[in-house]
T-cell receptor
Framework: NAGVTQTPKFQVLKTGQSMTLQCAQD?????MYWYRQDPGMGLRLIYY???????DKGEVPNGYNVSRLNKREFSLRLESAAPSQTSVYFC???????????FGSGTQLSVL | GQQLNQSPQSMFIQEGEDVSMNCTSS?????WLWYKQDPGEGPVLLIA?????ELTSNGRLTAQFGITRKDSFLNISASIPSDVGIYFC?????FGAGTRLTVKP
């Protein structure tokens, strides 16, 4: 039972490059989330999807876009990466919104 | 927006010592969650609290939902090296900044 799977685990980008972080869950959860983690700042919500077909901005959405491809998959896209987006990104899911979250193991992204 | 203040920011303790950390919010809520993040992994839920005054234990971990509904506490008794990590309080989908725990053998 994989739970929440994120790819890639590590990525290095140059400023201005684009990339998509992939996330898939196999727990039949309705809600999915993207967070970023920076030292001393905890986990900050970027975007979430309360259910298939819906997406909403979180606390720090600027510079990101998301797609809820189907019930299982929720991707995060950086159109033009900036050094300020260097961070560890976590995807999470829950049965319903505002319930306990299940996290993936993260993607470490560096933007040079 | 609603703020979660978690303290202390970090703790360095000796194996066998007890640990206490807390979290306060600027608003009243009906649910407090505590997560632990092991190095290199995503956070995992430890304890969920649903009622003011509720005290819940999970092995050596004990968490309490404050009477004012604006705070929560997490205690770890007789710490061991595998307790190392970052502990987060959370309300709904918002997380505190975390308490980084180091345990010296």
């Amino acid at each position: 039972n994989a739970g929440v799977t994120q790819t890639p685990k590590f990525q290095v980008l140059k400023t201005g490059q684009s990339m998509t972080l992939q996330c898939a869950q196999d727990m039949n959860h309705n809600s999915m989330y993207w967070y970023r983690q920076d030292p001393g700042m905890g986990l900050r919500l970027i975007y979430y999807s309360a259910s298939e077909g819906t997406t909403d901005k979180g606390e720090v959405p600027n510079g990101y876009n998301v797609s809820r491809l189907n019930k299982r998959e929720f991707s995060l896209r950086l159109e033009s990466a900036a050094p300020s987006q260097t961070s560890v990104y976590f995807c999470a899911s829950s049965v319903r919104r505002v319930e306990k979250l299940f996290f993936g193991s993260g993607t470490q992204l560096s933007v040079l | 927006g609603q703020q979660l203040n978690q303290s202390p920011q970090s703790m360095f303790i000796q194996e066998g010592e007890d640990v206490s950390m807390n979290c306060t919010s600027s608003s009243i809520f009906n649910t407090w969650l505590w997560y632990k993040q092991d190095p290199g992994e995503g956070p995992v839920l430890l304890i969920a609290l649903y009622k003011a005054g509720e005290l819940t234990s999970n092995g050596r971990l004990t968490a309490q939902f404050g009477i004012t509904r604006k705070d929560s506490f997490l205690n770890i008794s007789a710490s061991i090296p595998s307790d190392v990590g970052i502990y987060f309080c959370a309300i709904r989908v918002r997380f505190g900044a975390g308490t980084r725990l180091t345990v010296k053998p």
